[in-house]
């Protein structure tokens, strides 16, 4: 409706939208977000990032498509929903925190709009949490491989005050896995000595 | 006391406040609050909404009057609270998320204070959480009944970050509440595939 | 890594930081930091806020020390978690909120860094939750001693959307401590007739 459309800022030419929504996560709708939107005749209207009590230190998400024609707003949703078990893959969590990882050979308008990422470029993001582990990470990524950072966000900034820090970077594909591997390595030790041995709830795919 | 007056930026007209807070709940309280202010000699002085970690998706609220007798700051918090039992009758709840549908006649300072509702006027506000649900329901709203709407918040703007889309809106008293139970109707089904039936703890009034 | 550095904005004289983070509170880790600062040669970059899902209504932290030397770094980290057992000391919670009280007679960085103390100065601080409880708190320890309020912080402003009331003052050393004593008094007696009886997980110090 026009009235809600004016209120929700969107632009009028897309009549129809697509909703995807989170309690838990926003890394993993936001890739497969970027995979919808490369795979249909969409755009990503909004992204937005609850700070929500599900899910314990991190955030919640909130994605909108939209599209000229219903059936392609449909499909955009369908698509991210099939691959949301490929993006939750380089999630790990215990009952300390939690770890995420993600890659794409080619950006697209989801990383654009949520981190600013360079459309079609190699692109990775890591997170931490609690954010003390975060802070580590991001120093063992960017030593680990020759990246270049596009943002640092924290509890005070670029975050919805979660306990996370997130690191986004770019650079040759082989240089943004190094670090992402790196990483991962390292987070997966430090926040195992928090707690429980963390574990993905799908299948790592990095 | 009059340096903590200041430090909270109240006028010291007011020298007794009464206050209202809640873990769990903003809607209900400010609806109440709404009502403790057309029936005493007293007038809002801040309404905020924390991201409390209890109650799901949404928020807390901490409510405060001000009166220049203690009498009537005293009056204002127990018409309030007297309130409550009636605000939450369309608040519906399951392990999902939740919706929440509130209406009034004849909006006062509270609704005015929050919602920059015109004072005197129906009044009609709808949450739906996880926001995704909200979505959905403000967009049923607007098409069910000829409303205006007055705010559109998700969890980017005009919320603490909770998970969470609120609509509000004016229009004719009739339209107010059609739009209401339309959106009430499409909400509890919607939030139902999600979890258990939405269900809530007192007597709807809608 | 100064890619890093730059994205954190730290100034890169500090080749080494230290880091502390919780999950579950922030002042008796900003406390503690306090007098990790005044024993060792290293600085406060940073002290940021998340709002975190565990611990209830309250704020989790993220402390970041920095130092020329790695030895001062690990110093720091090491002498502010010996703190932590005294700086938890007058933290008092049950299952509806929890309340917080600290007090040193010489505020360092750490303070004036979170809370804009005056160096050398005596501070208090003190914390009330849910919100409402705070304010009365707030009113309560400015009417038992002749202190001057530093800040008021609370739902919408100065806190990470927690429901918390937070207000900090200064005087001299007597007053600051009377003021809290007289606020933890109508504090623990308050919370507790929300739930259980508040208690501390150590051992109070004021």
Same mark, same amino acid.
């Given at each position: ?8 800022? *969107? ?7 697509g ?32 700070r ?28 991210? #929903? ?16 939690? #770890? ?12 654009e709009k ?10 990775? #993001? *890591? ?5 003390? $582990? ?12 020759n990246?270049?950072? $596009?943002?640092?966000?924290?509890p ?24 992402? $591997? ?25």
């Amino acid at each position: 409706d026009s009235s809600v459309h004016e209120a929700m800022k *969107l632009d009028k030419k897309y009549r129809s939208i697509g909703i995807i929504g989170g309690r838990t996560g926003a890394g993993p709708q936001i890739m497969a977000a970027d995979e919808a939107v490369k795979a249909t005749n969409t755009e990503i209207l909004a992204i937005e990032l609850p700070r929500d009590t599900k899910g314990g230190a991190g955030h919640g998400s909130l994605i909108i498509f939209g599209a000229e024609d219903v059936a392609d707003a449909r499909r955009a949703v369908e698509v991210a #929903l099939k691959e949301l078990e490929r993006t939750f893959g380089d999630v790990y969590g215990n009952e300390a925190g939690h #770890l995420e990882f993600q890659y794409t050979a080619r950006a697209s308008q989801a990383c654009e709009k949520a981190f600013n990422a360079e459309l079609g470029k190699s692109f990775g #993001l *890591l997170v931490g949490a609690p954010a003390a $582990i975060g802070v580590v990470l991001a120093d063992t990524a960017v030593k680990a491989a020759n990246v270049d950072v $596009i943002s640092y966000s924290s509890p005070a900034s670029g975050t919805s005050f979660t306990n996370e820090v997130i690191l986004t970077f770019s650079g040759d594909s082989g240089a943004v896995r190094q670090a992402l $591997i790196a990483a991962r390595e390292v987070g997966i030790k430090l926040l195992g000595t928090l707690g429980s041995e963390p574990v993905t709830d799908t299948v790592p795919y990095i």
